[in-house]
């Protein structure tokens, strides 16, 4: 049952992963990526990793969401009425990729992988809370760090305003020049 | 259901979005390539923490890091993307090559 | 995985749901002619079930150069989100299926809307349906973080992210006391994802009916009645969280959920009648600024009390 479902997963999150550079419509591509995500989390559930799983599927549907948003704006053909392709060096990638594809199954199958110590916890979420809580505490302070550094540069590099074009040249007035005002009225 | 089968499902993603990261020239669809081969290495990472060495949580502390990888990647591609098409109105990588050779 | 009901009881779930969601049509019909000035009679009270018939009857509609793949799933999808979001609901002591991750499992599924809702709304190849996809991202984004951390507060104030054990910590005191702030913003969430009442600019009729407006006949059917069915299950998943899950003095477990269930449902549809639909962008300012600071010291509140409970 394991297995069936295992081998159902794999192989649609591989094809579609494969459609979504082939397929015309952008919004179509997003959500072909969505759909091998999805698949991959469920790979993670049979590994008995729930919350893992669970995590996965929240938060690949929300980046899926954004991308395709940004798919709509940059992309010339979102709708993928017409045929379009836009690919550069297409041979080189190609055989690029066979060949990791082939290095890297080599040694998947060929490496003597070490033989499994000890058995998996009864809830594995609960490993996970106390490691980063105890012994990982670091990983989960740089993650914390990194992703408000991300907002903040995000932020700054994708703003076409700054606080100059808000509050006058001096910074002087009392409320931001905004075309859209904010709920707050700041 | 063994190691090595989920350590071929990591490297055909990894390989899918090696070709995709490689050849596509709009910079939303080379981050679609590296999404997919960070999803290889979440298939790879959750298999050897399953199969290799489930009584300590460091396959799960990596899965958690590649989430957060990925998130901060697709942010900050999107703000350079977003900041390219103010400045040149482009969305090409081909046309963003000023530090090129 | 512990103690969940047998496997039949999946099949009772949408039974269940649509009676709910037929309640709670009925009642939102009836206040509907009262705020019109007309009598609720029992015409009123059967605008759904009406409704419902005539939608099935009426044609499928399909626009130029649509695109029918994600319009369908779109239209179809939510329905069965809101299903998959039922079964680590509670039916009195026991889920169909006891996750032992059922918060977060509920949290994920109320994510897939805003894919379905965006595909609903973007299938439809008219202006306005993409417009209203639109603004249901953008509301997305501003109810969710206060929604999810709602949501981890009242795991906090468990111990535990299994929906039976955060029913087995209100023993002594429900987590509507506890963390009412956290119950105030899970609400809002609720009408958030399920865009309802002053959350709902994803239908708003400024748009001509938004996501809503294109589809007609039995897709319409499916998409209004997944509407109904998300909302129904977001409030009867505030029971276990808030309420106490089936605690009460004389009745099964099965009928206090109902009623607590139902209680909830009435508190959203006078909210509903009573305040006006919200513009995206000026709750997106609110929800970051004011309310996801609100929910973080509830959270810090509540991880106090725990630790001095221990």
């Known amino acids: 049952m394991d297995v069936v479902a295992f081998w159902l997963l794999a192989v649609v999150a591989v094809v579609s992963g494969m459609l979504v550079f082939r397929v015309d419509s952008m919004a179509r591509a997003t959500f072909l990526l969505l759909a091998s995500f999805l698949c991959v989390a469920g790979t993670m559930l ?9 995590l996965t599927i929240l938060m690949m549907t929300v980046e899926m969401a954004v991308m395709v948003v940004f798919m709509v704006m940059f992309m010339m053909n979102p709708a993928g009425l017409m045929p379009m392709t836009m690919v550069h060096n297409r041979r080189g990638a190609l055989i690029l990729s066979v060949g990791a594809f082939v290095f890297l199954a080599a040694g998947a199958l060929l490496v003597p992988w070490p033989i499994r110590r000890g058995e998996p916890p009864a809830d594995a979420t609960r490993q996970l809370g106390e490691s980063i809580m105890e012994g990982k505490m670091l990983v989960m302070l740089v993650v914390g760090i990194s992703l408000f550094a991300t907002m903040v540069a995000a932020t700054v590099l994708a703003t076409g305003r700054g606080r100059y074009d808000r509050y006058g040249d001096d910074l002087t007035r009392s409320r931001p020049d905004d075309p859209v005002p904010g709920g707050v009225g700041r | 259901m063994s190691l090595q089968l989920f350590l071929l499902l990591a490297s055909a993603l990894f390989a899918v979005g090696l070709y995709g990261a490689l050849s596509q020239q709009s910079i939303v669809m080379i981050m679609m390539g590296l999404e997919l081969m960070l999803n290889g290495v979440l298939v790879a990472a959750a298999a050897f923490w399953y199969f290799v060495s489930p009584q300590r949580a460091d396959g799960q502390v990596l899965v958690l890091l590649v989430l957060a990888v990925m998130a901060v990647e697709m942010a900050m591609g999107f703000a350079v993307a977003t900041a390219i098409f103010r400045a040149r109105d482009v969305d090409m990588t081909d046309m963003a090559g000023d530090l090129k050779g | 995985m512990g103690d969940q009901l047998p496997l039949w009881s999946v099949l009772v779930l949408p039974l269940l749901a649509s009676g709910l969601a037929l309640v709670a049509a009925s009642t939102d019909s009836a206040v509907a002619a009262l705020a019109a000035g007309r009598r609720v009679t029992l015409a009123e009270l059967t605008t759904p079930v009406r409704e419902s018939t005539r939608l099935l009857l009426t044609q499928r509609r399909t626009t130029v150069a649509s695109d029918a793949v994600l319009w369908r799933l779109g239209g179809g999808g939510v329905i069965v989100v809101a299903l998959l979001a039922s079964l680590v609901v509670p039916l009195g002591a026991q889920p169909a299926l006891d996750l032992p991750v059922g918060i977060v499992w509920f949290n994920a599924m109320e994510v897939l809307l805003w894919v379905l809702v965006w595909m609903a709304g973007w299938g439809a190849n008219s202006a306005y349906s993409l417009v209203s996809g639109y603004r249901y991202l953008a509301q997305g984004l501003a109810y969710e973080l206060p929604l999810m951390l709602a949501l981890i507060t009242a795991g906090l104030g468990a111990g535990s992210l299994r929906v039976v054990d955060v029913v087995a910590a209100q023993q002594d005191r429900w987590f509507v006391v506890e963390m009412p702030v956290a119950f105030v913003l899970y609400l809002a969430g609720v009408a958030g994802f399920s865009f309802w009442g002053p959350l709902s600019s994803a239908v708003a009729a400024d748009l001509g009916g938004g996501v809503r407006g294109e589809l007609s006949g039995v897709d319409r059917l499916v998409f209004v009645a997944g509407r109904y069915f998300a909302l129904v299950v977001g409030a009867a998943f505030a029971v276990p969280l808030f309420l106490g899950g ?35 962008d000026r709750y997106v300012e609110v929800a970051w600024v004011v309310l996801i600071p609100l929910i973080l010291a509830q959270t810090l509140g509540t991880s106090l009390l725990v630790l001095a409970g221990e």
């Open chain 3, 246 to 280: 089936g605690a009460g003095p004389v009745l099964p477990g099965v009928v206090w959920v109902a009623v607590k269930t139902l209680a909830v449902l009435a508190l959203l549809t006078w909210v509903r009648w009573r305040l006006p639909v919200i513009r995206p």
């Open chain 1, 46 to 54: 049979l590994l008995d990793l729930h919350y893992l799983g669970a």
